[in-house]
């Protein structure tokens, strides 16, 4: 085939929408720790794992940490581990993701995200939600109780009720993570 086909074949293939509903989530198999491997004693917003952001409210100190080889439903993979080792009185931490020109390009869409999740030490719940221009427009999924077993959590939502006009423009993935005392959970496959 010519390179002139090939390109073709590439536009084609652009404009049928074979390449759109792409991940907009940026490491999400917790493969890449350009800034380390291991977090300790995290209260305010610290940037982990490539493109991931943790941090705790109301107190709670958490420890991020990437873990190889783990066996998530049959495949080996690497994972975002959140180990609260103070967990205050409502115990929330969270880690979350900007997305890239998200408030623009999916403004009106439907959206699904999932991820797998467990609780390997405690007792945790997890709730998927986005979040624009600082919480001025949220959108929230149900909570889910963790098990010691990965579990594929999924949510969709439409995001509307929000403009183009908005301060910031960005908008922001977030696992919310609840603990009434100490736990530790594994993320991965975002």
Known sequence: MSKARGLADL????????????????NGAMQVAQRGTSFTGIGSAT????RWRGQS?????INVSKVDNIDVDGRIMSVLQHQ???????????????????SISLLGQTVTVSCWARVTVGSATLEQQFEVDGGVYSFTSGVTNLTSSFQRITFSTTLNGYTTSITNKH????????????????????
């Open 11 to 26: 536009g084609n293939a652009y404009s049928d929408g074979a390449l759109s509903n792409r991940n907009l989530i940026i």
């Open 47 to 50: 940037y982990t794992l490539d």
């Open 171 to 190: 908008l922001r993935y977030q696992l919310y993570i609840r603990g009434a005392s100490a736990h530790t959970v594994q993320i991965t496959g975002v």
């Open 84 to 102: 609260v080792t103070t967990a205050a009185s409502d115990g929330l931490t969270l880690q979350n993701q900007f997305v890239e020109d998200g």
């Open 57 to 61: 409210r109301a107190g709670s100190v």
